[in-house]
Every structure is written in C-alpha cells, then in structure tokens.
C-alpha cells in the first residue's frame, strides 16, 4: 500500500447507516486519521437520528462517539435539487442506502450528485458486474444501476468509483435464498456444480471501502473489483461438509428451470436473483486481481464465514 504520501483531507458523507453504511462508516472514521482534517457525516432521517429505539439509538450513539457528524434529510421524500443541496458542502458521496424506494432512487441520487458540484461520487453498486450481466436481465432492478453508470461516465465533472463486491457473504447461507437447505442436508447449486459465485461481507466491504476513498493514488472513474471469496457451488456444498461435519447432497437448479419458476411469480425478487446468479455471467470474478489481492488486505473467505456464524446449523 502507498502509505509514504499522506492522503488529502476529505469531507465525507455516507448516505445511510445500515448493515452497509455502518461498517463503511466505522472504517473511514478510522483511517481518516491519516489524513487530518477530513471529516466523515452520515444523511439519515431526523426521526433515525432521534430515534428511541435501542438498538438504532445505539448506533448513533456509537457513530457521535466514533466523531461522524450527523445530517438530517430523506433520500425518498426530498427532491433532487434539495438533495443536491445538501450533498454540496462535501468532497465525496458514499451511496449506503440500499434500495431505498426501489428502482428509482439510484437514478435520483445520482443526479443530485452530479448536480451538487461534489468531486466524486461512489454510487450504491456494491454487488454484481451489471455490464457484464447487461440490460434485460431477470433482475430488472440491475437495468436501474446500468442507467446510473451511463450518467456518470457521460460526464466528467464528478469523478466516480464502483465498488464491485458480489454477493454479501450472509446472504448465499439465507435460508430464504433456499441455495444452502440446512434442514435437508443440501445445496441447490444456481445454474450447476461449477458455476461460480463471489462473496465478500459487509465489514470487509467497509474496510476495503475506507482504502479505496483514501487511496493514493486517487482511484477516479473506474470499477474496482473485491473479492472474499470466489467458489462453486460444489465448493460451497464441500465447505458445509468440512464445518459442520454431516454430508450435503448436491442438487442443481438450472437456469431453465429458474425461469420458469420466475415467470409462475414475476415479482419475485429472490426469484429473479436467483436466475440471475445461475446464468453466472458478471456474478463471479477471480480473487487474483482484486483490490484486496493487490493490496494484500486479509478478507474473510466463506469457510470462515461458516466456522464463525454457522456452528450452530
Ligand atoms: N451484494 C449484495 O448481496 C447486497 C448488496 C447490498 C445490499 N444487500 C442486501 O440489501 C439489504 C440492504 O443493505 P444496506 O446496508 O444497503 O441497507 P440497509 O441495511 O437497509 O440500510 C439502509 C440505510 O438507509 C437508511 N434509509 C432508508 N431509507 C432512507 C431515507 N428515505 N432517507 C435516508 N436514509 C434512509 C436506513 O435508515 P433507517 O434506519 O432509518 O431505516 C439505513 O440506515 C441488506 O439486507 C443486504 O443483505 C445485498
């Protein structure tokens, strides 16, 4: 890592706080102090910050301890030109809202980005390659973040950064993904045996994301790859296997058989993630290559994953 020259001081706002936004923003408060003078605020809801709910009051509490300012506005309900006004005062934008409103919203936030004047802008992407996967997909919400990127590259006032980061790592063990059948001793491979998927978790995702906006360098209008882990579906059936000691039978949905049942409920949205997963395009990369790679930054692989969160399974 380029540690020799000392980052600029940036002013950093990260929209949400969630299972996203929280590790992201508890890495930036930390590696901001290598570069004194920036500053990291957080845009939620007034009624979030001021929420009595424990556990959301106990998020505040730690991002106020850990120096991160609060900002009060409503990604859904206030408009692109107040948005932008309130993005205005900073250098960079962090997008951690998830899919606030639906398919709408990347679109809006991007243009209040661009409309702010801010120097660069990490839209909410951290997932799949959607250019690789391309327009038309059987998840239509994909079509939303290809538009986003059109936007951005065809400018060149704010630079930008995709972070691309697979799959969440929990989200391959939900039981509502029906891939691992924890109760049947299964896997239910996406589109076959060898067809890959790549994982990180979100607290990676937040440290290699506080690297990459402080990175020198600076990473400007360009897609940055991470990867967790990257493995097959047999690999997944085998690591189950070596954790949790009792066998995994290996069942494979196939992508005809995903669309069909895709097409029974149109709406459905892990439907349409799961074919989209089994078609394998723009869902898996190589580790070799990626930015934790480069940089030599430990991440969790999936069997660590599993050995830390399944035991119990
Ligand atoms: N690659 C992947 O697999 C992938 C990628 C991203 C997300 N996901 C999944 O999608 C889910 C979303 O994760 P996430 O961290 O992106 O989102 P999240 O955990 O739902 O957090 C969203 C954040 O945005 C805030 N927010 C919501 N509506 C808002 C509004 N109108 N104005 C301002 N702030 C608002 C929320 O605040 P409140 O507390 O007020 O609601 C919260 O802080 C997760 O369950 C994750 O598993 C998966």
Redesign the pocket.
């Known amino acids: 890592m380029t540690e020799s020259t000392t980052p600029s001081p940036q002013s950093i706002l990260v929209?949400?706080?969630?299972?996203?936004?929280?590790p992201v923003l508890r890495n930036l408060a930390r590696v901001a102090k290598r570069s004194p003078g920036s500053t990291i605020s957080?845009?939620?809801?007034a009624?979030?910050i001021d929420?009595q709910v424990p556990e959301?009051k106990a998020?505040i509490d730690e991002l106020r301890r850990l120096g991160v300012h609060m900002v009060a506005?409503?990604?859904?309900?206030?408009s692109i030109e107040q948005l932008a006004e309130v993005f205005a005062p900073f250098d960079t934008v962090i997008g951690?809202?998830?899919?606030?409103?639906g398919r709408e919203?990347p679109m809006k936030l991007a243009t209040a980005a661009l409309k702010s004047g801010i120097k660069r802008y990490f839209p909410?992407q951290?997932?799949?390659d959607f250019e690789v996967i391309g327009r038309g997909s059987p998840q239509d919400l994909f079509d939303a973040q290809l538009d986003v990127r059109e936007l951005l590259r065809a400018q060149d006032k704010t630079e930008w950064v995709i972070i691309s980061?697979?799959?969440?790592t929990?989200?391959l063990f939900?039981p509502v993904f029906e891939v691992v059948d924890f109760e049947n001793g299964a896997v239910n491979a996406l589109g076959s045996l060898d067809t890959s998927v790549t994982?990180?978790t979100?607290g990676d995702i937040g440290k290699l994301t506080a690297e990459i906006v402080f990175f020198e360098p600076r990473l400007r209008n360009e897609i940055v790859y991470l990867s967790g882990d990257t493995l097959t579906y047999g690999q997944v059936a085998s690591l189950l296997e070596r954790v949790l000691g009792r066998p995994f039978k290996r069942n494979v949905w196939t992508v005809p058989h995903l669309m069909q049942e895709l097409e029974k409920d149109p709406t459905h949205h892990i439907k349409k993630?799961r074919a989209v997963f089994a078609q394998g395009r723009g869902v898996a990369w190589p580790k070799a290559g990626t930015f934790n790679e480069q940089q030599t930054i430990q991440v969790t692989t999936a069997e660590q994953w599993a050995r830390e969160n399944l035991a119990n399974e």
């Open positions: 929209l949400g706080a969630g299972e996203l936004g929280l957080v845009l939620l809801r009624s979030t929420s959301k998020d506005a409503d990604l859904v309900n206030d951690c809202a998830g899919m606030v409103a919203t909410w951290f997932g799949v980061t697979g799959m969440f929990s989200f939900e994982l990180t979100p993630y």
